[in-house]
T-cell receptor, first 115, second 112 residues
Framework: DGGITQSPKYLFRKEGQNVTLSCEQN?????MYWYRQDPGQGLRLIYY???????QKGDIAEGYSVSREKKESFPLTVTSAQKNPTAFYLC??????????????FGAGSRLTVL | SQELEQSPQSLIVQEGKNLTINCTSSKTLYGLYWYKQKYGEGLIFLMMLQKGGEEKSHEKITAKLDEKKQQSSLHITASQPSHAGIYLC????????????FGKGITLSVRP
């Protein structure tokens, strides 16, 4: 079955360390997204990519980096510059173009805790 | 400021009761998308509304978009424990079909 796989499910990090969250999809979707979810804050967009080798900053990109070298993969690196990285991270994908572009398929999420 | 306001913030209902939750924006919504989330999991797409006055139903859930395309409601008939979760509305507020802005979500609990 097609879907999105995020790994790891849980991750613990010491302050000052960079960590990379994996997101892989086999839906043949062109667009991929990274959201951050904090209690009571809803979802906030970190980065998104509508095509391979291209990506755009979302609303809270500072302290994060991404790459889109393959259509199937959109890894997110949480750098030491991110001041408050403890959160639940969600990856999503969608078709590009038209109203269906915003019908997102989400992964199960990765919970990052900074110790 | 929050571009999408969801109300109420949380809701507890008795099983079998009807309920309505809302999503409001000060801007025109070019597309309104309802998602459901179980705590600690990803979001599941429920319904998409694009036209003013549009209404869609799936099983016991009905979503509407007002004529001005600035407010949407989600109505659940005869609620069940399986309806419990977090309901988030997402909207295209730019018209570019490139990304969604989400509300903070509404936590629904259904008492058996």
């Amino acid at each position: 079955d097609g879907g999105i796989t995020q790994s790891p499910k849980y991750l613990f990090r010491k302050e000052g360390q960079n960590v990379t969250l994996s997101c892989e999809q086999n839906l043949n979707h062109d667009a991929m997204y990274w959201y951050r979810q904090d209690p009571g804050q809803g979802l906030r967009l970190i980065y998104y990519s509508q095509i391979v080798n291209d990506f755009q900053k979302g609303d809270i990109a500072e302290g994060y980096s991404v790459s889109r070298e393959k259509k199937e993969s959109f890894p997110l690196t949480v750098t030491s510059a991110q001041k408050n990285p403890t959160a639940f991270y969600l990856c999503a994908s969608s078709r590009s173009g038209g109203s269906g572009a915003n019908v997102l398929t989400f992964g199960a999420g990765s919970r990052l805790t900074v110790l | 400021s929050q571009e999408l306001e969801q109300s109420p913030q949380s809701l507890i209902v008795q099983e079998g009761k009807n309920l309505t939750i809302n999503c409001t924006s000060s801007k025109t919504l070019y597309g309104l998308y309802w998602y459901k989330q179980k705590y600690g999991e990803g979001l599941i797409f429920l319904m998409m509304l694009q036209k003013g006055g549009e209404e869609k139903s799936h099983e016991k859930i009905t979503a509407k978009l007002d004529e001005k395309k600035q407010q949407s409601s989600l109505h659940i008939t005869a609620s069940q424990p399986s309806h419990a979760g977090i309901y988030l509305c997402g909207a295209d507020i730019t018209g570019a079909n490139s990304k969604l802005t989400f509300g903070k979500g509404i936590t629904l609990s259904v008492r058996p």
